[in-house]
């Protein structure tokens, strides 16, 4: 039983998934969005009712972290999360840290490593750390997180591989799996590997990557995705915001 004063993120969750509703999460690369597309972006999301903002990029060399954050705080209700690319894209002023192990990669740093490098700073953080198995899949182009992880990616079609992998994440006590076709992907994430995955985990199961319009996005969850992460497309169009969030929301 989950608590959910302490896990109050992880606990809405899982009583999302038990009913049946779907959850939209637009995600924020400090990296890529310009300082003036943020406030249109945070505004759209607080309209739409989006469920949270995801924050984090592969490299993130623009030192914008707190900023954003703290911005979108002073201007939404909406619970911002922390997508980390590496191990010191960390600020306590977030609400919520998915503590990511690359379960489909075979990088040791990235299953534990860098893990243990944190865990005394995420101890003591007031952030809500909720353990995540992330699984990369391949979506037709080699993608940052591939290069910068040095992991290879499951092959689109192998849905065995992917259910495998996914319930090994499950029964080792991770809390959410991550699907993800890497940022820019070509091919997003196939809608049988989805219905696959999602009927072999009883945890809840994140979609992301190449997800480009509302129909997409709403076939995702169709599937069986219990959330939708979209990231590029908003860059290249915010208002796409107003019609995924609607899109998932009515499935
Ligand atoms: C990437 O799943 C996210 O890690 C979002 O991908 O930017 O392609 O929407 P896109």
Do not use: W
Not at 52 to 81: C, H, Q, W, Y
Not at 167 to 183: F, N, P, Q, R, T
């Amino acid at each position: 039983m989950i608590n959910p004063n302490r896990f109050p993120i992880y606990a809405d969750l899982l009583e999302a998934k038990k009913q049946g509703k779907k959850k939209f999460f637009a995600l924020i690369d400090p990296d890529k969005l310009h300082f003036d597309q943020i406030d249109q972006t945070i505004e759209l999301g607080q309209t739409a009712q989006i469920d949270a903002f995801f924050i984090g990029g592969s490299l993130m060399v623009n030192n914008v972290l707190d900023d954003i954050i703290i911005r979108i705080k002073e201007n939404s209700t909406i619970p911002i999360i922390l997508f980390p690319g590496s191990s010191r894209q960390l600020s306590y002023k977030a609400d919520a840290l998915l503590f990511l192990s690359l379960i489909s990669g075979r990088n040791p740093e990235l299953l534990i490593g860098k893990h243990v490098e944190t865990a005394p700073y995420l101890k003591i953080s007031p952030l809500e750390i909720i353990s995540t198995g992330y699984m990369l899949i391949d979506g037709g182009v080699p993608t940052s997180v591939s290069y910068m992880s040095n992991t290879y990616p499951i092959p689109a079609t192998k849905n065995d591989i992917a259910v495998c992998t996914a319930i090994a994440g499950e029964l080792l006590g991770l809390k959410l799996i991550y699907m993800d076709a890497g940022s820019g992907a070509r091919q997003a994430i196939s809608t049988k590997m989805i219905n696959a995955v999602s009927s072999s985990i009883d945890i809840p199961l994140i979609i992301g990557g190449g997800i480009r319009t509302a129909e997409r996005a709403y076939q995702n969850v169709q599937a069986g995705a219990d959330m939708v992460v979209v990231g590029n497309a908003l860059e290249k169009d915010p208002n796409l915001i107003i019609d995924i969030a609607a899109a998932v929301h009515s499935a």
